[in-house]
């Protein structure tokens, strides 16, 4: 069974934003430790900001996509709309119609 995750946000929850920056940087260094992987994971608004060099948990997210074969997609009009497509440091660069075909093909998309 394909699943893929779909990150809207920087954070995990919507009340303190500093715990959801902590709990987003646990998920991905526990996905690393998972039996599972998604086949993509999906990045969109601001989402799109874990793909810098300041994310926390870069590492993790660049150990993924090399050693675990997750394709890792970032939404060039979320990148342009904040400046930084020309500095991400993993990841692909993604239309919207390869996004939803990645999430058509999929068993299982889950938002985080």
């Given amino acids: ?13 919507h009340q303190d934003p500093e715990l959801g920056r902590r709990l987003m940087h646990s ?6 430790e998972a ?4 086949t993509h994971i999906l990045f969109l608004e601001k989402g799109v900001q874990l793909l810098l060099p300041e994310f926390s948990a870069l590492d993790a997210l660049k150990i993924l996509a090399e050693e675990s074969g997750v394709t890792l997609l970032a939404c060039v009009t979320c990148l ?9 440091e993993v990841g692909e660069i993604s239309t919207m119609p390869e996004i939803i075909a990645v999430m058509h093909e999929s068993d299982k998309v889950i938002h985080i």
Wanted: no cysteine; charged share 25%; hydrophobic share 45%.
């Fill in 80 to 88: 342009d709309y904040y400046g930084i497509k020309d500095k991400i």
């Fill in 27 to 32: 998920f991905f260094l526990k996905l690393l």
């Fill in 35 to 38: 039996a599972e992987k998604p």
């Fill in 1 to 13: 069974m394909s699943f893929t995750y779909l990150i809207s946000s920087d954070v995990i929850g």
